[in-house]
């Protein structure tokens, strides 16, 4: 039997202001026809299953799975971008976690390697509640420190992927992509920059949605740059707050974002949620643009 899951509160939750609302929703003009697209949208790291690294000791990674499925649920969240994802690891059981997600939730899922693992594969996956039409993986810059002669932990030149799935909403198409980058400025850097030449060339009539963890500060060059291209939640909706997302047992810094593109898509509110079921807490926005669908 699935035991009992402490929900414990981050120690930080914020909640931007707007209207919070849930699930794509349409505002028709007199005539019928669609005025405006709405969508709930979280971004959660959720370090396979292994829990907040502080409880010990920690439950199951399948358990705490289920736990994060029905959080999901609970949230109303339309599109989901995961990090720190397995699929048939042998550490994790040999489960392929989004598809264990998708199935608690009733949501479709994609799921990208960053790198082979144990019998299987570690990456970043997504969830959503419409048709995956589409998917593509961009395999990202990252930097072979120990072939420069660095002395640095071999984890840190992890090769890095963003996943970008084309989804098939009531409103028109969304394009949502999901990523995890480097543990260095110098990484994430070039990181950004691929990632934003991707969304750049994008239909610019179409919402383009990037989420997850991205290692950096909110002030740092390589988020710096994003914002330049896109709107980001936490600056959109309360600018020069940025509540803190990691670690969940104590958040203390910002480092898991959402950003949008495209289509006149804006943020209408954000907010961090009281989970630990992993060292990362969830991060939920509302987003909102005009459709003729």
Not at 171 to 180: E, L, M, R
Request: include cysteine; glycine fraction near 8%; hydrophobic fraction near 45%.
């Amino acid at each position: 039997m699935l035991r009992t899951l402490t929900f414990v509160l981050c120690t930080a939750l914020f909640l931007a202001s707007g209207c919070g609302g849930k699930h794509v929703d349409a505002v028709a003009d007199e005539g019928g026809a669609v005025q405006e697209a709405r969508l709930t949208a979280m971004a959660y790291n959720i370090r396979v299953g292994a829990g907040d690294a502080v409880t010990k000791p920690a439950p199951p990674h399948d358990e705490t799975l289920r736990a994060i499925a029905k959080a999901i649920t609970d949230s109303g969240a339309d599109i989901v971008l995961l990090q720190e994802v397995d699929n048939g690891v042998r550490r994790s059981g040999g489960t392929d976690q989004a598809a264990l997600l998708a199935a608690e939730t009733g949501m479709h899922h994609a799921f990208a390697e960053a790198l082979p693992l144990q019998g299987g594969s570690y990456g970043v996956a997504l969830l959503s509640r419409w048709p995956i039409r589409s998917t593509e993986v961009l395999r990202l810059p990252f930097i072979d420190y120990a072939a420069r002669g660095e002395d640095k932990p071999a984890y840190f030149s992890e090769p890095r992927v963003a996943l970008a799935a084309t989804l098939d909403t009531p409103h028109g198409t969304v394009i949502a992509i999901s990523t995890h980058l480097g543990l260095t400025g110098e990484q994430r850097k070039l990181q950004t920059a691929r990632i934003a030449e991707y969304v750049a060339a994008q239909d610019p009539a179409v919402p383009v949605l990037l989420a997850g963890d991205f290692n950096a500060a909110p002030d740092s060059p390589a988020l710096l740059g994003l914002r330049a291209l896109m709107h980001e939640a936490f600056a959109q909706c309360s600018p020069g707050v940025f509540p803190p997302t990691f670690p969940s047992h104590k958040p203390d810094r910002t480092i898991d974002y959402l950003f949008v593109r495209g289509g006149g898509a804006e943020f209408e509110s954000v907010r961090v949620l009281p989970l630990r079921l992993s060292d990362h807490c969830p991060v939920e926005a509302v987003l909102s643009w005009k459709s003729a669908e």
